[in-house]
């Protein structure tokens, strides 16, 4: 369908109102889709040791396969960049599959792939290649789920990943809702912040119901509507997509049991989908063949309204599922979806132990009704699990109200409600327009001790300000260097030491060019343009700074010529700097002459500045009085002369005619705007 040219003139108005980029402005994202890659996949790396070499299956011929990775080096704390291009060997084709074998001996980490196929059209597969280092005995997955991109606060999102970091993660395990309305810039910023932030820790995604319809999750992320993935000969993961209707189709149970089966000695098995199975919180028994019931109609079911609807029950799909997970000793269920903690231990009758573990939001701000958060996992090759970041006040699987149960690790410095001693760690990125500031607050009860990659898109660093604050917590930059990605685009890769210890914070500023100026206001403009004494007003702010930008809301005060403060509300603070701040100022004083507006806005780099804005206000309108006639006259004399009066008043009826003429005027006026609108869209639509 085409789109209406006056819609697309809006839009590029709209467009033309944006601020200008500034320095620090992200390129084009070289996330372009997979273009015909189906393994490995972003969300579903390819796992290899460092001889083994690895597969990959596209849907056109591929003439070289190019590795690539930046990675920090401990023994020489400086960093390295690894890229090698190889020549892949073709094992099979058919079904308009090509499937080929890329020998290669690679050092452990985590691995941007680039294909060349053979017309001369390109691919990027970003963080889709893992070579494991050997003797991993134990795996620390960290769980995400609702991410929700598009919705929420970025800073959520942001914390989620660079926790993934931070708690040196062997493996993050996302649960879905990835985006908020699967719209592909959604996919963009995703993939931005998981390649900037969890830049060293592969991630296995499966989609959400927000991500539906999957076309833009697919080509950005690649097909996880089924697993089976096994990266150590004791670990599996399986599991998928469960659709906007909350649960398997026939067909992908039986590619579950078909996985389970085949990997049955796997020690460790781990199922992973979006929606509950359960509804509940604590220990649930319930022997085979017990009459699962509508949680819908029977308010004591444990199980969710989606894998305990009515039509999941007829066909069987849960109990087949459970009787899965039973026969072929699923040790933990991952899900999200409700936007809160709920942990149950699920014991069958015949024995064995099986956790269903569903975490809160990881980044939508608006959790409901409890807060933002991620979990850590320990898992062992000898079938236990351990929550070593689990805080205090962690009930983990005993039986408790489902739904004022605090478990994960909380990323929240606002939630709706908090439990007695609730603690939390949270960090933010602020953009200026020639330096990243990141900060990290640590209210939790354990240091966060670890070295972060970081690439920084589009920066040339120039100055590193790291902070020591008086706990001794610091953020330290142990190496950089300027990389261009084999797409062209460009990042400044850092090696980031934190020490962020319990009850404290600290900050990094890595500035493109040094700030050495405070923010700055200035008036943009009013409305109305030229401001009256005694009326109201809105004023347009723009505030800017020479490189770090704002650190915190600036402080707005307005005073009028005679000192007397003036009422102000702030209804929008800047969003990126430059930005603009909206002021409204309901009235003004009837006798001042001008107002001035001072704005105090501080930058990461430490500078402090008042801006005062000096906004002249007209003299209201002189007001016109009418002499009237003493009436303190005898009353004989006012009845006497009412017959004057009355041939007085009646000049006032032409007057109150032209009104009326008027307000029909502007009916019409109004009738005929409606007129022309309705033809024109007639037009339009007749040129579709």
């Known amino acids: 369908m085409r789109v209406a040219p006056w819609i697309a003139l809006l839009v590029l108005g709209l467009a033309a109102l944006a601020p200008l980029a500034g320095a620090l402005q992200s390129p084009p994202p070289p996330e372009k889709g997979l273009n015909g890659v189906v393994s490995p996949l972003p969300a579903l790396p390819a796992v290899a040791n460092s001889t083994s070499g690895f597969r990959i299956v596209a849907a056109k011929e591929v003439s070289s396969v190019e590795v690539f990775t930046v990675y920090y080096n401990a023994s020489t704390g400086r960093l390295g960049v690894y890229s090698k291009a190889y020549k892949p060997v073709l094992l099979?084709?058919?079904?308009?599959?090509?499937?080929?074998?890329?020998?290669?001996?690679?050092?452990?980490?985590?691995?941007d792939l680039y294909i060349t196929y053979k017309d001369g059209s390109k691919a990027f597969d970003p963080r889709s290649l893992w070579v494991i280092p050997r003797g991993l005995g134990r795996v620390r997955v960290i769980h995400l789920t609702d991410l929700h991109f598009g919705a929420g606060d970025s800073d959520y999102k942001l914390t989620a990943y660079l926790l993934a970091q931070a708690f040196n993660a062997t493996l993050i395990i996302n649960t879905?809702?990835?985006?908020?309305?699967?719209?592909?810039?959604?996919?963009y910023q995703s993939l931005a912040y998981r390649y900037t932030f969890a830049y060293s820790v592969p991630e296995v995604l499966v989609p959400g119901n927000h991500d539906y319809p999957p076309g833009n999750f697919y080509r950005y992320y690649g097909n996880t509507t089924v697993i089976c993935w096994r990266p150590l000969p004791w670990l599996l993961v399986t599991g998928?997509?469960?659709?906007?209707?909350?649960?398997?189709?026939?067909?992908?149970?039986?590619?579950i049991a078909s996985c389970l089966q085949a990997n049955s000695d796997a020690a460790v098995k781990i199922l992973i989908m979006h929606h509950p199975v359960f509804y509940?919180?604590?220990?649930?028994?319930?022997?085979?063949?017990?009459?699962f019931k509508d949680p819908h109609k029977d308010p004591h079911s444990p199980l969710s309204y989606y894998w305990g609807a009515p039509e999941v029950l007829e066909k069987g799909l849960l109990r087949q599922l459970l009787e899965l997970i039973v026969k072929y000793?699923?040790?933990?269920?991952?899900?999200?979806?409700?936007?809160r903690d709920q942990y149950v231990v699920y014991e069958p009758p015949g024995g064995g132990v099986h956790y269903f573990i569903t975490t809160t939001t990881s980044g939508h701000n608006k959790a409901r009704p409890n807060y933002n958060g991620v979990q850590v996992i320990d898992f062992y090759?000898?079938?236990?699990?351990?929550?070593?970041?689990?805080?205090?006040?962690?009930?983990?699987?005993?039986?408790?109200s489902r739904a004022t149960v605090y478990n994960s690790i909380p990323t929240d410095p606002h939630p709706k409600r908090a439990p007695s001693g609730y603690v939390y760690l949270h960090a933010n990125l602020i953009v200026g327009p020639g330096a990243y500031t990141?900060?990290?607050?640590?209210?939790?009860?354990?240091?966060?001790?670890?070295?972060?990659?970081?690439?920084?898109?589009?920066?040339?660093?120039?100055?590193?300000?790291?902070?020591?604050?008086?706990?001794?917590?610091?953020?330290?930059?142990?190496?950089?260097?300027?990389?261009?990605?084999?797409?062209?685009?460009?990042?400044?890769?850092?090696?980031?030491?934190?020490?962020?210890?319990?009850?404290?914070?600290?900050?990094?500023?890595?500035?493109?060019?040094?700030?050495?100026?405070?923010?700055?206001?200035?008036?943009e403009y009013t409305?109305?343009?030229?401001?009256?004494?005694?009326?109201?007003?809105?004023?347009?702010?723009?505030?800017?700074?020479?490189?770090?930008?704002?650190?915190?809301?600036?402080?707005?005060?307005v005073v009028d010529d005679k000192g007397r403060t003036v009422k102000a509300q702030v209804l929008m603070y800047p969003t990126s700097v430059p930005g603009d701040m909206f002021l409204y100022i309901p009235s003004t004083p009837s006798d001042a002459s001008y107002l001035l507006v001072k704005v105090r806005a501080s930058d990461p780099a430490g500078h402090t500045g008042v801006s005062t804005i000096k906004i002249p206000l007209a003299a209201p309108p002189a007001t016109t009085t009418t002499a009237t006639h003493s009436m303190a006259t005898s009353t004989h004399t006012t009845q006497a002369s009412s017959a004057s009066t009355q041939a007085a008043s009646t000049p006032a009826t032409p007057s109150t005619t032209t009104g009326k003429a008027r307000s029909s005027a502007l009916v019409w006026a109004a009738v005929g705007v409606v007129i022309v609108i309705v033809i024109a869209a007639a037009v339009l639509l007749a040129r579709r």
């Open 92 to 111: 099979s084709s058919g079904g308009g599959l090509y499937t080929y074998e890329v020998r290669a001996s690679l050092p452990p980490g985590l691995y």
């Open 176 to 187: 879905g809702d990835e985006a908020d309305t699967a719209d592909v810039h959604q996919y």
């Open 240 to 255: 998928g997509y469960t659709w906007e209707v909350g649960h398997f189709t026939e067909a992908q149970i039986r590619a």
């Open 280 to 291: 509940w919180q604590g220990a649930v028994k319930l022997p085979p063949t017990y009459p």
């Open 329 to 339: 000793n699923v040790t933990v269920v991952l899900a999200g979806h409700i936007h």
């Open 381 to 400: 090759p000898n079938g236990t699990i351990k929550f070593p970041y689990a805080p205090p006040f962690f009930i983990g699987f005993k039986n408790a």
């Open 438 to 523: 990141l900060m990290v607050t640590n209210r939790y009860t354990y240091p966060l001790e670890s070295v972060v990659v970081l690439p920084l898109p589009a920066l040339h660093v120039a100055q590193v300000l790291n902070s020591t604050t008086k706990k001794g917590s610091s953020i330290e930059v142990l190496d950089y260097r300027n990389v261009t990605l084999p797409t062209g685009a460009e990042y400044a890769f850092l090696a980031v030491k934190l020490h962020v210890v319990p009850q404290s914070s600290a900050t990094l500023m890595v500035a493109a060019k040094p700030d050495k100026e405070p923010p700055r206001a200035s008036l």
């Open 527 to 557: 409305i109305p343009s030229k401001p009256v004494a005694g009326e109201g007003l809105r004023v347009f702010i723009r505030v800017s700074d020479d490189s770090s930008g704002l650190l915190g809301q600036p402080a707005v005060s």
